[in-house]
């Protein structure tokens, strides 16, 4: 049971206290309710971009890491295609120099043209690092596009390509800062040991005067329902055939999540899954096969990726995978295939909460998406799935018609 | 409420660093075991070190294809029915080969305890290391060892312990025909000669009874082996610049450095603190330099590895091709002006905060805590070993640290690995 204490203030500002009096640290987590999800599509990877600008430095903070680093903190972001998030560990004594530093780049951020080029480079050496100079590392930039037709999730959060980061500029990031940088776009999410009265003093003297930003309602394209297998084949430079297969599936906030979630660990988590049993251990055609979900907020993908021993085996495989498909879903899986995956969810969750940031975390985004109490009752709803619920959201879901893949196949082994 | 935004916060005292100690049983045999019940959860972290890593073999990959195959088969189970039994009681385990050592993980919920051990111990006993599940993994060894090899990063870090160790198991890198030369008896004596007999030493970590620590001490108390002895090495090198060109590569992979020392040398923690002030965090001079001035890279710091016989000082990073050059003189020109310059007291008062404050991290819950005391033990350190480091940061001069920087940053001693 992770206890908590919410709040908020004037401005809109959400802010969640959790007590921990066993650690010397402090977490402060702000997440702001933007993502790659609510960029224009001709201007992609801007939100991962300005999460680097968030570290420019602000009216009255020459220097955000120094700052920090000065009092023994460290601190650091990701962006998603939903959310940004910012996280800050340092000593529980410190905690104010992580508020001061936080709110004042909330609202008064200062970017310099130096900044932005310096970040642009950075980012750009990010996107070759990452997603272009590695075998397999731009999957995602080729893949999106496939599964998604309209909705945003189409593009990657580092963006489509290069071009549209070297397109920023100082009037597109401050107009992207303006439009989501403010108290009431942002949940507050601090841990560690405190007094509830403390927290409130201290969150209300540093962000109680920040201005509230324009009301936000988002409203994106939705992805229309998919009527078609769709499939991209690419051939190029690659040791081995990759291949990844992925289906359409419901957003975070439905009840159907959680089976699906264990549906993925069912299909393809560890060496007794299906997925592995079948071709790994039994047909021996993969060196590698997984199943996983990228749990988004919009509906998203359950996605089965591996690699082929050898391309030849491409069209056997196919053929196979696509009747294994039809038989789960005919047949079902069996009670104890259900239980194994709901113990090990238990087992990883109970570690997880270990971390004091993992559960500052995950309590900033559970309010975000309704409640940061869903971070307790969570576990519950995962305890009560049947495998005939699994059984019809198999049904559901492992339909060709509701899959999109990619197969990135050696050059060689072109099929004139 | 008033306050002034253009005023830091106070700055807060330096808090007091409390390691929990963690308490030691010694079974019959003498076999330790290293208890930290503090935790709030009702699961175990169960790490059973075994004096079986790559020094110990007799070829390249025995040691670690040994650790992937412990669990894919005994006597009586296969690999699917152990996996079945872990899964359904929520288990994970997790084997590592290291250099002097393998560690077995196993992790779970408290209320398993003895069922998981029953596995565990069945595999201690009886792995049988299926001739079957032996080729399967070795074919996706295979085929993962390739992949990796059209990554820079793969191939520099592999030439670049290959010229810091030229003459001793700390270079030895597996090739291609490596994998089609082990076999699965290979594996199987290695086990037998290591797996069975060599326990080094047991940590646990969990709120666990009486009851589950002689669970542990039952299956294991017999395989006890007294710390295998670290090996005297050969560590001459020769500090050689190696390009490997790939013609598309659109990033190279830079890595800088030299033959150093364990955390046992006397200038071992003060060679830390001037290895954060070149590379070891945010604020370092190459960060600054290579990143936030000059933006060749996503990222770039330095380390230490340390092992039992000898250890490593490197700079790693990835930058823009066409950076390549300009980027390895930026960080030579920052570790000479180490050399030629004392450091500002304001750069050292603000590494010497940033440090403290990641010692006091270091020591946050009870698995930071654990490897605290693990890492005191394996280098042979005084467990107040951190509130020593303390004083020597509180107290190294700017002097001190130039001192350092031309005793061991010479850059005619260092070796540069660039693929890309």
């Known amino acids: 049971m992770i206890k908590h204490h919410k709040f908020t203030l004037k401005n809109g500002l959400r802010v969640i206290f959790h007590q921990d009096k066993t650690t010397p640290m402090a977490v402060v987590n702000t997440l702001y309710d933007v993502g790659a999800r609510d960029e224009n599509p001709e201007l992609t990877g801007l939100a991962h971009l300005f999460e680097h600008l968030m570290f420019s430095g602000s009216a009255h903070v020459e220097d955000f890491d120094k700052a920090l680093q000065k009092v023994g903190g460290q601190s650091n972001a990701f962006t998603s295609n939903d959310i940004t998030n910012y996280y800050i560990n340092l000593p529980k004594n410190q905690i104010e120099t992580a508020l001061w530093v936080e709110s004042d780049r909330m609202t008064q951020l200062a970017l310099t043209d130096k900044n932005l080029e310096t970040q642009r480079q950075v980012v750009i050496e990010e996107f070759k690092q990452r997603y272009l100079n590695q075998p397999y590392g731009d999957t995602w930039l080729e893949l999106r596009p496939v599964a998604f037709e309209k909705h945003p999730y189409n593009w990657a959060t580092i963006g489509k390509n290069l071009e549209h980061i070297e397109r920023v500029t100082m009037v597109d990031a401050l107009h992207f800062y303006r439009s989501y940088y403010h108290p009431n776009n942002a949940i507050l999410s601090i841990a560690g040991d405190f007094e509830i009265d403390e927290i409130e003093h201290l969150v209300k003297t540093w962000y109680d005067d920040l201005p509230a930003g324009p009301k936000l309602s988002r409203n994106l394209i939705q992805e229309p329902k998919q009527s078609e297998y769709r499939k991209k084949e690419i051939f190029r430079d690659v040791p081995a055939t990759a291949f990844y297969f992925t289906f359409k599936m419901d957003g975070r906030m439905s009840a159907h999540y959680p089976t699906i979630d264990l549906i993925s660990d069912i299909l393809g988590r560890g060496k007794s899954s299906l997925l592995y049993q079948r071709y790994f251990d039994e047909k021996q055609w993969v060196s590698e096969i997984s199943a996983f979900i990228l749990g988004s907020i919009d509906p998203g993908l359950l996605v089965i990726s591996g690699k082929l021993h050898d391309p030849s085996l491409m069209h056997s495989f196919e053929a196979d995978f696509w009747a294994f498909m039809e038989d789960i879903c005919d047949n079902g899986i069996e009670q104890k295939d259900l239980e194994k995956v709901r113990n090990k969810f238990l087992t990883s969750k109970m570690f997880e909460e270990l971390s004091l940031q993992s559960r500052a975390m995950n309590l900033a985004y559970f309010e975000l998406l309704g409640d940061a109490d869903f971070i307790n009752t969570e576990v519950k709803h995962y305890q009560v799935i049947t495998a005939e619920q699994v059984n019809a959201e198999l049904k559901k879901m492992l339909q060709k018609s509701q899959c999109s893949s990619l197969i990135i196949q050696p050059e060689s082994h072109d099929q004139k | ?420």
């Open chain 2, 1 to 420: 409420m008033t306050k002034n935004r253009t005023q830091a916060p106070e700055v807060g005292a330096l808090q007091n660093i409390s390691l929990v100690q963690p308490e030691i049983h010694i079974a019959k045999s003498g076999l330790p075991i290293h208890i930290i019940r503090e935790v709030p959860n009702a699961i175990f972290h169960v790490h059973i070190e075994f004096g079986a890593g790559k020094m110990q073999q007799k070829k390249p990959l025995i040691s670690s294809f040994t650790a992937d195959l412990l669990f894919s088969g005994t006597k009586e189970l296969s690999q699917l029915e152990i996996q079945e039994k872990l899964d359904m009681q929520g288990a994970f385990v997790n084997v590592e080969s290291g250099m002097n050592r393998s560690s077995l993980h196993v992790y779970g919920l408290l209320n398993q305890f003895q069922a998981t051990f029953e596995i565990v111990k069945d595999v201690l006993e009886n792995a049988s290391f299926p001739e079957d599940k032996f080729e399967m993994h070795r074919k996706a060894a295979l085929q993962h060892h390739k992949i990796n090899m059209e990554k820079n990063t793969y191939v520099a870090r592999r030439e670049f312990l290959k010229a810091l160790f030229p003459s001793n198991k700390l270079g030895e890198v597996a090739e291609e025909s490596d994998f089609l030369n082990i076999t699965a008896e290979d594996c199987n004596a290695f086990y037998q000669e290591h797996f069975t007999k060599n326990i080094e030493q047991i940590n646990l970590v969990g709120p666990v009874s009486e009851e589950h620590i002689a669970i542990v001490v039952d299956i294991f108390e017999h395989r006890y082996n007294k710390t295998t002895e670290a090996q005297v090495l050969d560590l001459t090198y020769a500090p050689v610049h190696h390009y490997i060109e790939k013609p598309k590569a659109l990033q190279s992979t830079i890595r800088i450095g030299r033959v150093l020392f364990t955390p046992k040398h006397e200038d071992y923690f003060e060679f830390d603190i001037l290895e954060t002030l070149l590379g070891g965090y945010f604020g370092s001079r190459l960060m600054q330099n290579l990143r936030e001035d000059k933006g060749y890279t996503y990222g770039v710091g330095s380390g230490i590895t340390a092992y039992e016989n000898t250890g490593y000082f490197f700079i790693s990073t990835e930058v823009g091709k066409e950076h390549k050059d300009a980027a390895i003189e930026a960080i030579k020109h920052e570790i000479n002006r180490l050399r030629e310059e004392e450091i500002g007291a304001d750069e050292l008062d603000l590494a010497r905060a940033y440090i403290q404050g990641q010692i006091l991290k270091s020591t946050d819950g009870a698995f930071a805590q654990m490897s605290q005391f693990l890492f005191a033990k394996r280098f042979d350190l005084p467990q107040n070993h951190l509130n020593q480091f303390l004083n020597t940061l509180n107290h190294i001069t700017p002097k001190r640290l130039q001192e350092l920087a031309v005793k061991y940053l010479d850059w005619e001693k260092m070796v540069v690995v660039v693929v890309g």
